[in-house]
C-alpha cells in the first residue's frame, strides 16, 4: 500500500500538474471505487469544477474544488494516478477543459473515491492520530510510553500516529536499532529518541526519491519511485545485514510480513 512518501509525492506532482485546472466531464469505466455519492451525481458533481488546492492526510489524497466540495481520494493497495493519461483502460478518468487527462487505475478494485461536502468529517479521517513530522520528540515518547503493543504494530496504527505503513516501520526500526517485537513501553529514553529520529530520516529519505516501487505504486507521470535500492531490510529476507554479518530475517508480526537483523535489532 502507498504510505506517507508515496502519496506526498503524488500529492506534489499534482500541485504542478493540475492545481488550476477544470475538470470538463469524469469518464466512469467501473463504478465500484466509487463510494459516494451515485457515480451518476459523482459525475456531474464534478464537471465544471476547478482543482483550487490538494492536500494530503496521511495516506488519504484530497483535491479541493471551487464551490467548496472536495475529491478524495484512497489508493489503498493499488490505486494509481498517471497524468497525463489516455483514458485507455483506467478505472475513472477526467478529462480536464484544456483536453489533457487524469487517470485513476486499480487493477483489483481496493481504492476509493469520494466527493464530499466536508472531508474533515469523514470517519476514518477523524480518527487519524498526528503525522510524523507534526509531533515533537516529547510527543513522540508520550504516546509510546503507556503502550504494551508491539513497537512495529503501534507504528502502522493509524490512529496513533498516521502515514506509517508496512515497509517503512520495518525501516525506522532498523535504522534505530530496535527489535520490532517489543512492547512500545519497554524502549528506554535513548530509543525513543532514536526512533524518533529514525522515523523522520527515513520518511524524508523516502519522499526524496520519490517512492518506493515495490508492488503496483507509481509516480505521476507512471514511473516508479526510486527508494527500493535503499532499502535496508524490507524485502531481503536472508540478505546480509547491511549493519553487521548477520542475516535479515523475515517473520509474521500483526498480520503482516515483518524483516529485521535479529543480530542488530535488540
Not at 499534482?14 to 463510494?35: A, D, Y
Not at 504494530?153 to 490512529?159: A, R
Request: hydrophobic share 35%.
Amino acid at each position: 500500500m502507498p504510505e506517507l512518501p508515496e502519496v506526498e509525492t503524488i500529492k506534489r506532482e499534482l500541485e504542478k500538474s493540475v492545481t488550476g485546472k477544470t475538470i470538463r466531464r469524469v469518464i466512469i469505466n467501473n463504478p465500484r471505487i466509487i463510494r459516494e455519492p451515485s457515480p451518476e451525481k459523482f459525475a456531474r458533481g464534478l464537471q465544471g469544477k476547478t482543482i483550487t488546492k490538494i492536500l494530503r492526510r496521511a495516506k488519504v489524497l484530497i483535491l479541493e474544488l471551487s464551490g467548496g466540495n472536495a475529491l478524495v481520494m484512497h489508493l489503498k493497495m493499488t490505486g494509481q494516478l498517471v497524468y497525463p493519461g489516455n483514458g485507455k483502460g483506467s478505472r475513472v478518468s477526467f478529462e480536464f477543459s484544456d483536453s489533457s487527462i487524469l487517470d485513476f487505475n486499480d487493477n483489483r478494485l481496493f481504492a476509493e473515491l469520494r466527493l464530499l461536502d466536508d472531508w474533515k468529517d469523514l470517519k476514518f479521517i477523524r480518527e487519524l492520530g498526528p503525522e510524523p513530522f507534526d509531533i515533537t520528540q516529547e510527543q513522540f515518547s508520550a504516546l509510546l510510553s503507556p503502550r504494551t503493543t508491539k513497537i512495529k504494530v503501534l507504528l502502522m496504527d493509524q490512529t496513533v500516529i498516521s502515514g506509517i505503513g508496512n515497509l517503512y516501520a520495518a525501516e525506522m526500526l532498523f535504522a534505530a536499532r530496535i527489535d520490532p517485537r517489543r512492547p512500545a513501553k519497554s524502549l528506554s529514553g535513548g530509543e525513543k529518541e532514536r526512533l524518533f529520529k529514525a522515523m523522520r530520516e527515513v520518511l524524508t529519505q523516502a519522499i526524496q526519491y520519490k517512492g518506493s516501487s515495490v508492488d503496483n505504486y507509481v509516480q505521476l507521470s507512471g514511473k516508479p519511485g526510486g527508494y527500493v535500492p535503499y532499502h535496508r531490510v524490507y524485502g531481503r529476507e536472508g540478505k546480509s545485514c547491511p549493519g553487521c554479518e548477520g542475516k535479515v530475517k523475515r517473520i509474521a508480526l500483526g498480520g503482516r510480513g515483518t524483516y529485521f537483523c535479529p543480530s542488530c535489532q535488540k
